[in-house]
Nanobody, 120 residues
Framework: QVQLVESGGGLVQAGGSLRLSCATSERIFSTHYMGWFRQAPGKEREFVAAISWSGGSTYYADSVKGRFTISRDNAKNTVYLQMNSLKPEDTAVYSC?????????????WGQGTQVTVSS
């Protein structure tokens, strides 16, 4: 069973920053793409960002490009999502995800989610 432990959500004013963290086991971290998704109230879950197991490739939703940065610390088996210039529309539950093959939602494992609220 894949365990993903998230932290770092909270309340921030528009224009502010937050950093989310997601820790997992070394076995998962070294073999899986790691990513973040979010779900706002009344909306479907959407992709935010992903990073390859090597860290050499990153992927972003158009809505967060230039504002969010995904990175990974191999020594800590942790992936981060640095969120800058936050907007009220970024308010959502953010969930960490791990998948052995990029885009294979059927193989994806999820964290418990962390709330991010951006006030105007």
């Amino acid at each position: 069973q894949v365990q993903l432990v998230e932290s770092g959500g909270g309340l921030v004013q528009a224009g502010g920053s937050l950093r989310l963290s997601c820790a997992t086991s070394e076995r998962i971290f070294s073999t899986h793409y790691m990513g973040w998704f979010r779900q706002a109230p009344g909306k479907e879950r959407e992709f935010v960002a992903a990073i390859s197991w090597s860290g050499g490739s990153t992927y972003y939703a158009d809505s967060v490009k230039g504002r969010f940065t995904i990175s990974r610390d191999n020594a800590k088996n942790t992936v981060y999502l640095q969120m800058n210039s936050l907007k009220p529309e970024d308010t959502a539950v953010y969930s960490c995800a791990a998948e052995p093959l990029l885009g294979r939602g059927d193989l994806r494992s999820w964290g418990q989610g962390t709330q991010v609220t951006v006030s105007s």
